[in-house]
T-cell receptor, first 114, second 110 residues
Framework: DPKIIQKPKYLVAVTGSEKILICEQYLGHNAMYWYRQSAKKPLEFMFSYSYQKLMDNQTASSRFQPQSSKKNHLDLQITALKPDDSATYFC?????????????FGKGTRLTVV | GDSVTQTEGLVTLTEGLPVMLNCTYQSTYSPFLFWYVQHLNEAPKLLLKSFTDNKRPEHQGFHATLHKSSSSFHLQKSSAQLSDSALYYC?????????WGSGTKLIIKP
């Protein structure tokens, strides 16, 4: 029974289009994150949110915009999609934004931009 | 700058042999380190994390010891199992985000 739900599981998009990746967590956590995993590259931190506020942004491009409509939601809007955006995007959460706290990951959305 | 290094991209072992995956870190302060495991088509999951009181964390037969003198947090297991085949990430908690090593793919053969 997954506690972090990411939708869709797979997504194919056309270059230049816009997509929203959905993430909901039912762990009662206060901190949420987005990570990206490109082919043959390590996991890459993108954003962290705490109590629905942006805490850290390591994504250079403004084409990536997280959206938090509820405490347990953190969606990721990607505009003007490029083939290089193809990756698996993992949503994650932790109890709080504390050092040495376990981070739980969703199963990811695999995005392919053609 | 602060970083985590995993030197082996791929480790292939025969079932029953000991496992050691390397992880070293470079930090200006004492870090909190983690090992995450990612099985094929699954999400990364926490395997174990370092303790502040020098205890050795253990989980599923794996253990790791934080050695501040050598800046290392190597992952070890005495006897590999086929189910251990996965991608292993060493990660470091830096300013409320996880800094990931490049990952080590572990393949266990019968």
């Amino acid at each position: 029974d997954p506690k972090i739900i990411q939708k869709p599981k797979y997504l194919v998009a056309v270059t230049g289009s816009e997509k929203i990746l959905i993430c909901e967590q039912y762990l009662g956590h206060n901190a949420m994150y987005w990570y990206r995993q490109s082919a043959k590259k390590p996991l890459e931190f993108m954003f962290s949110y705490s109590y629905q506020k942006l805490m850290d942004n390591q994504t250079a491009s403004s084409r990536f915009q997280p959206q938090s409509s509820k405490k347990n939601h953190l969606d990721l809007q990607i505009t003007a999609l490029k083939p290089d955006d193809s990756a698996t995007y993992f949503c994650a959460s932790s109890q709080d934004l504390d050092i040495n706290t376990e981070v739980f990951f969703g199963k990811g959305t695999r995005l392919t931009v053609v | 700058g602060d970083s985590v290094t995993q030197t082996e991209g791929l480790v292939t072992l025969t079932e029953g042999l000991p496992v050691m995956l390397n992880c070293t870190y470079q930090s200006t302060y004492s870090p909190f380190l983690f090992w995450y495991v990612q099985h094929l088509n699954e999400a990364p999951k926490l395997l174990l994390k370092s303790f502040t009181d020098n205890k050795r964390p253990e989980h599923q037969g794996f253990h790791a010891t934080l050695h501040k003198s050598s800046s290392s947090f190597h992952l070890q297991k005495s006897s590999a199992q086929l189910s251990d085949s996965a991608l292993y990430y060493c990660a470091w908690d830096s300013n409320y985000q996880l800094i990931w090593g490049s990952g080590t793919k572990l393949i266990i053969k019968p």
